[in-house]
């Protein structure tokens, strides 16, 4: 039993590494979490390992990736793509602690698989976000539709982004100002200043 314990948690430790050091942390940087994630999956891995024996087997296991499903942090915003890799660290504890295979092999190349599939897309698919700034614009003479253009070269003009299209929240005759969504393309889900002013 203890030997077993070992060489599971051998594997899932190794494959839970890969994911984290290698596929995670180079995009992310964000150490925080990379502590979060290996804890997770520890705690994961032993309570299953050691219930397994009760029984409760898959009812038990999906059970519990429901209850992380719905896992919020409290304190920060999580983005989408972090949690992610939370859904798939917890994964990896599960499979590994109470999948009944005496093939090895098979489970080797489950976690291999999970692993390679998250390494091609996070390597590969480099989708252009549209992302979108609040600006408190001052220049209301090109707040209107024939001055499109020029309200654009304006704006990329004092913003330094690529802003392709601008949407007009509202205006305040009375301040003399416009409240503007500036959209623009970027491979990150960067923005820049929310307090902008253009």
Known sequence: MIELFALRFLINLFFTFLVIRFIYYPQYKNKDFVFTFFLFNSILFVLCFLLAAADLKFGFAFGLFAMFSMFRYRTVTVPIGEMGYFFLVVTLGIINSIASLENYAMLILANSLLVGVTFLLGRFLTLTHEN???????????????????????????????????????????????????????????????????
């Open 132 to 198: 979108f700034q609040v600006l408190t614009y001052e220049n209301l003479a090109l707040v209107k539709p024939d001055q499109k253009a020029l309200l654009l070269q304006d704006l990329i003009e004092k913003t330094g982004q690529p802003i392709h299209r601008v949407q007009v929240v509202k205006v305040d005759y009375q301040r003399g100002v416009a409240q503007l969504k500036a959209y623009y393309y970027s491979k990150d889900n960067e923005t820049f200043s929310a307090d902008a002013e253009a």
